[in-house]
């Protein structure tokens, strides 16, 4: 059965940063775009970012540009949020996802920022 | 960014009545290879969410014949024929044609 399992989360002060860890398996890593996908507490869906198969294309939403930065490692089916300069409204559960449809999802990680 | 509009936001259903949620995008989602990217999404209470729908009415593994998904260009619907009472959750549409992806607001489905 696939797997995604994500790790990292926290509270952190504003300003702060965090570096997200999602691990892959059963299935092959390499083949699939990656995605996080984010929610606020009691709040809906916010596709965050993508990273192409081979780590070359990277696509992020205009909220995170330049704070947050997505990577992959495929010997490690590991997928990556670095995320800095973390505000308020960066709260929420982060999730890992495959594809660039959102196939199969994990569990979450909660991140808090907060002073 | 492209907008996505559900209906309702609320749903009240009886056990084994159908129900159906509508999906509106302000823009086409027909994809230059010809395909449309639009996706259903069910979460269910203090759960992650799960793909039921990809490409309008492409039914994901493991999910119940009674999840059907319609549509094209810019009107969208899921159609659960009769609601079952694990069905409850919030339903999401998505579009995947254009970036940013874009989620609708949600559809909470209750049992009445």
């Known amino acids: 059965e696939v797997q995604l399992v994500e790790s990292g989360g926290g509270l952190v002060q504003p300003g702060g940063s965090l570096r997200l860890s999602c691990a892959a398996s059963e299935f092959t890593f390499s083949d699939y775009w990656m995605t996080w996908v984010r929610q606020a507490p009691g709040k809906g869906l916010e596709w965050v970012v993508n990273?192409?198969?081979?780590?070359?294309?990277?696509y992020y939403v205009d909220s995170v540009k330049g704070r947050f930065t997505i990577s992959r490692d495929n010997a490690k089916n590991s997928l990556y949020l670095q995320m800095n300069s973390l505000r308020a409204e960066d709260t929420a559960v982060y999730y890992c996802?495959?594809?660039?449809?959102?196939?199969?999802w994990g569990q979450g990680t909660l991140v808090t920022v907060s002073s | 960014d492209v907008v996505m509009t559900q209906s309702p936001l609320s749903l009240p259903v009886t056990l084994g009545q159908p129900a159906s949620i509508s999906c509106r995008s302000s823009q086409s989602l027909v994809y230059s290879d010809g395909n449309t990217y639009l996706n259903w999404f069910q979460q269910r209470p203090g759960q992650s969410p799960r793909r039921l729908i990809y490409k309008v009415s492409n039914r994901d593994s493991g999910v119940p014949d009674r999840f059907s998904g319609s549509g094209s260009g810019t009107d969208f619907t899921l159609k659960i024929s009769r609601v079952e009472a694990e069905d409850v959750g919030v339903y999401y549409c998505?579009?995947?044609?254009?970036?940013?992806?874009?989620f609708g607001q949600g559809t909470k489905l209750e049992i009445k």
């Open positions: 990273i192409k198969q081979d780590g070359s294309e990277k």
């Open positions: 996802a495959r594809g660039r449809s959102g196939s199969c």
């Open positions: 998505m579009q995947a044609t254009h970036w940013p992806y874009i």
